[in-house]
């Protein structure tokens, strides 16, 4: 039915039909993620929800924005995406998260938690601008209903004075399960509906509740009732639905099959296990440690230090911002605060990084994983903006180990460095180079990975293992034509080892990172050359400034500016 | 009495010593504002309260942290600072806002809204984990409340399991008036407190209500009250309060005396004067233009536009995030909106300026006040790192208008500019150079404000009114002794003119910005220079990496990087 089901024809099917499809959808979507990986528990809650608003609502013409996006699967797969959706998260396919430019039933994109209030409010304020009639949903999770930025949200619903239907699908939880107050609430307004409800009018909704919004007609039933309070008020409709729902394993093991990897795909060694490790061995003996997280301890590997320290351990939920005032504020008080966040959401505590860690020269440790090109998750989710936002931050120190095993020399460093330190890593990783330093990593300095004769004329300066990798790739090629140069793990992007640099013989100098251009490692390497006069070319070898799309990690390096092959072919026209 | 009282005392004094210490305090903080500058009304109404909790409290062993900081300076007067209360806001003086560096008394350092009860968890937490027994207080506004992570703060606060005091002091007014669904649930607290008492212990907080709180016998009660119930659980302690009390014209004005500049300070000329007329006059002829501000309208200049197009103007009370997101989904509906904000404050809307505004590649215009050295707020306040976390993001462009006759010019290019751009600019402004360009700004053109003769070997570029005017300072100090060089407006800083730039023909460049320098217009220029292998020397005058302290804009900008005379002995080494 899928294949050949317009979205629009949705409205003329029977209940029995409808229930069909949303075995079909379930089942599509299943089958998918696990071809191509994807988030699987979260979307299989969400299809009956989605198919009653397609039901009573009339996309492309209204507009539904959904947050983060773990849940737009089934919309996906209703609004003419059917026949490409076995190209999920693919190189030049059907994006895992809403994109504009992919189809016009895409009101608006998402990626990180908690935007979908305001940008609902946003379209519905234009369209009453334009005097323009159609209608505005914002579908959101209970985990992101912790972000502030939806609080903020609700606070202006008045100001604005405009209409909107927020749908919370709440599922109990966010990646780990949800936590927090707000979430104390919402289950009050199950009980106790009089004052939630009280409370709620006060923010400009009309409250209505389902209970079981994985029954098709218990939510075709409040879609309707909801569609009609929204000509005259905002409505928020709160629905309880199972994640993972109709697939036993998913609904046991929600946050395993949030996100899904493609069936088959190798195991690796990553970091965060790394990072777990070491950081329960380094908290054994040291009471000072302490874990924030921001609703991410099981992929960032931390499962083990909740279990083993829970005293120690705090996840506070998709509430970034606060994870960091957290860390912060223990700091002040001699506690010795490890955050560990993706790259890519750091950006919502970047204020607070520079305001409150860093403006008070304070011993936090950002353990930043998911840094450089994250894959398949596209656009919102890339890590290639860290190191430029983090240089620029004084009293801030930022290292990229060259493999697991100087992630953990790093780590170690770390307890007894007494300012703000950023340790930014990709996701897979291993222990990959012969370490030359023994006696641990020292502030600032640089090491040979691979030292050539005393007068090669070019020097490779890379930094974290990804592009160490490439740089001694092209190393090994090289050198099998009787050629040579140096290769140097940079391992400290801030502060640059400037001694190092200023000792450095050579002509050519090349710098390569996982990370846009601007800004970045590159970048203050020729600052750091012009400042010293040295005469020789630089040549960056880094991310275009451009908006990162899904694909595989490599593909993406060599097609956004980090190639072996143009890395290769460029030395090769020094010796 | 202040002089010579030692905060401890204060636990000695009868009722009728204390009201008069309330008023010695009031007297101290008007007579010092209107000496130094500085934030008044805010100040003033909270006196009571901040007596009754030293009544009641030891600091500095139980800690306080003061949302913003607005409203610390009666606390810094019985902290033994009264002493040197007279240098408030100078260079070297006592700080308008806590310093961890300047008092024992000053727990943590605030600036920017919504951390206090995310540091109050924290140290109470540290406290916790370390075994201490001292009280943590956070004490905010009603503004500071609508913030997103005062939210996130409450969310976590039974997750935590720690217990804090929040005073949450409440004068009805953010800078302008608080707005939003928030305050009106704290106004239902007043009059039915049952449900709103309910939703507050959901939060994990008892609730204590003060009808008024410049009453010092009730503040007192109240505050014995709370500090009772803290043995057991965290309180919130809301008392209403009168912004500006005690001075009838701060008490009638509140928004006009919350900062205040020293009694005979010149009139200038400001930007936002210019931002707010020169909008007003595009939206009269386009009627897609909306302007949206974070609580901040009118020291943006925004109030006529208010006034004039309240339907197309948004102030959505301090929530940076919000009103970011807002912008970019009224975007997508073909609205064109202006996001007026200070620099230092779009800090905290830097992930939705990525993952909304620039990912999706909308037409928001990002109005940066107060862009560069802001001066007498100190470290929490200077607009320093702008032009480096803006460079970096893809599909933004980056405007820094040489005079306000320049700027109005940009403002009218923004109108059909069909991408995401920032135009920063300082506070104070004037029509300062000759324009050469009558036709208006074409993207990335940069112009001669001073072109010498064909060989000189000497070019400055230098962006915005304030690095310009010190360009043409030296100039004139060069040229009187016979000597030139080149002058360049670089207004664009990001796409640089790199067809400008190629087309110099000079040995030595210097870059001029009032920015840091990582990441920067400088380091722009650098590696524009050593990718373009151009054999010229490059030097950038810009800011250290290092934290900016209080002082006058133009001590600050040599102290830390852009002196006029290092540049001119720079240059007449040259020449």
Known sequence: MLQSLDGSKVKTL????????????????????????????????????TVALWYHFDFPKDKIVFDVGHQCYPYKLLSGRADRFSTLRQSGGISGFPKRKESEY????????????????????ARDLKEEDFQVIAYIGDGSFNNGLVYEALNSIKILNTRILIVLNDNGMSISPTVGGMHDILSVLDKEKADGVKLLEQFGLRYIGVKDGNNLSEMLDAVSEAKEQLSSQSVLLHISTKKGKGYEFSEEHPTDTHGVPPVGSPKQQEYSHV?????????EKDKRIAVVSAAMKESLGLERFFQQFPERAFDVGICEENACVLCSSMATQGIKPYY?????????AFDELIHDVCAMDLPVVFCIDRAG??????????GV?????????????????KDTEEFKKALEFSVEFEHPLAIRYPRAGRILFESKDDNGLSLRKWEYLHKADENSSVAVLATGERCLTVAMEVLKNVRAKGKDFHVINARFVKPLDLNFLTSLNCKHILTIEDNVQIGGFGSAVNTAVIHSKKSCTVRNFAYKDEFIVQGSVNELQKKYGVDSAEIQAYIEGFI
């Open 14 to 49: 029977s209940v029995n039909e409808l229930n069909d499809l949303c075995e079909e959808l379930r089942e599509t979507i299943y089958e998918t993620v696990m071809q191509c990986g994807g988030h699987l528990a979260s979307n299989l809650g969400a299809v009956e929800s």
């Open 106 to 125: 895409d009101a608006y994109d998402t990626g990180h938690a908690g935007t979908s209030v305001s940008a609902a409010l946003g379209i519905a304020k």
């Open 275 to 283: 990072l777990g490790e070491t950081l329960c061995r380094l908290a």
């Open 340 to 348: 560990a966040i993706y790259s890519t959401f750091l950006q919502r």
């Open 373 to 382: 090109i994250s894959g398949a998750d596209g656009e919102t989710h890339q």
């Open 385 to 401: 903006f860290d190191l430029s936002y983090l240089s620029m931050i004084p009293n801030l120190t930022v290292l990229c180990p």
